[in-house]
């Protein structure tokens, strides 16, 4: 690593394909995290970067660690490479950050996250919809007693996008990305789940391909149950217009955050709270960029400011949800989420 003490932290950016080409145009004037070079095996995808971004760029991660002062390694590759990219940058004492998932099963999670620990460095990963403010509020809300008991959350993440994509894209195979639909949207709405009512225990899910081609499915349903009694239902779909929502139930309140548009481009959240005492009410969120907000709390902790929310065991416990996600909807029947280590 060049620094820790200062801004903008530099980074690598590994993988350069749609979101690595957001992240680069999203990062270009931060004050917290710069990158100084990109990764990608594909010389196309190398050049397109160098021209857009000004940065120079190689075929691999270990070939960018000697040709630039690395602080932060930000990983946007494909799924299945997560875990050896986030051990060869924690190996050469750097900070990583990964997009989601973090990784595709639980035994590369805990093997990525050994190395992190005990290079003495720290993890991020890009559940961007964390950061948006309603939902911070919500979460602090909720965590603050203000809708009662906690019972149920409901919650839609489906988008068309991927029907542009080739048929031999990566994101819609099924050894690259199985239970497509998962690892696309359902993801974020997984760590939503946990973060706000704790420890799942139990899932239940069905991928089916309904309207496409994918051979990785595109409709998913998910059921949690929790360490509390309470439940989430989930969904998503890979093949129908733009749908982003959010409702938790409590005993005293139930709050719905509803997306006007695709997160990528955000342009605001429609708030809707019920209480017994009347009609429900709905104000509107101004747009934000939570991509950004998100890397940047990193790189702030980094820098010594506040802590990230995001936990190394909190990531462990996302992964193993997913994995028994897939589980149940390749194998059947419900299938409990293992233990994960503090």
Not at 4 to 16: C, E, K, M, N, T
Not at 86 to 101: D, L, M, N, Q, R
Not at 137 to 158: H, I, K, P, T, Y
Not at 226 to 241: D, I, K, M, Y
Request: net charge negative.
């Amino acid at each position: 690593m060049s620094k820790s003490d200062a801004g903008p932290l530099s980074a690598a950016l590994v993988g350069l394909g749609w979101w690595g080409s957001r992240i680069a145009r999203t990062l270009q004037d931060s004050p917290v995290l710069r990158p100084v070079i990109g990764v990608d095996p594909s010389p196309e995808a190398r050049a397109v970067a160098s021209e857009r971004h000004g940065i120079p760029t190689a075929a691999t991660l270990e070939e960018a660690l000697t040709m630039a002062d690395v602080d932060v390694v930000i990983i946007c590759s494909p799924h299945q490479q997560h875990a050896a990219q986030i051990i060869t940058a924690a190996e050469a004492g750097c900070h990583v950050f990964v997009e989601k998932p973090f990784t595709l099963n639980l035994d590369d999670c805990r093997r990525a996250l050994q190395a992190v620990e005990a290079a003495g460095v720290q993890v991020g990963i890009g559940y961007e919809r964390r950061f948006e403010p309603a939902v911070e509020a919500l979460s602090a809300r909720c965590a603050a007693g203000d809708l009662g008991q906690l019972m149920l959350v409901e919650a839609n993440f489906s988008h068309d996008r991927f029907l542009a994509l080739p048929s031999d894209s990566w994101r819609l195979s099924s050894q690259h990305a199985p239970v497509g639909p998962l690892s696309a949207t359902g993801i974020h709405l997984v760590d939503l789940a946990i973060n706000l009512l704790g420890r799942p225990v139990e899932v239940w899910a069905s991928c089916s391909t309904l309207a496409t081609s994918f051979e990785n499915g595109d409709a998913l349903s998910v059921m949690m149950t929790f360490e509390s009694g309470a439940t989430a239902h989930l969904n998503a779909v890979l093949a129908t217009p733009f749908q982003g929502r959010l409702r938790v139930f409590g005993a005293n309140e139930w709050v719905e955050i509803a997306d006007r548009t695709h997160p990528d481009a955000a342009s605001g959240w429609d708030v809707t709270r019920a209480t017994p005492a009347g009609a429900p009410e709905t104000t509107f969120e101004a747009p934000f960029d939570s991509v950004r907000e998100n890397l940047e709390r990193f790189g702030s902790w980094l820098l010594g400011g506040a802590p990230y929310p995001i936990t190394p065991e909190q990531i462990q416990l996302s992964v193993a949800t997913s994995d028994a996600i897939m589980r149940s909807a390749l194998h059947g029947g419900v299938q409990p989420v293992a233990e994960v280590l503090a």
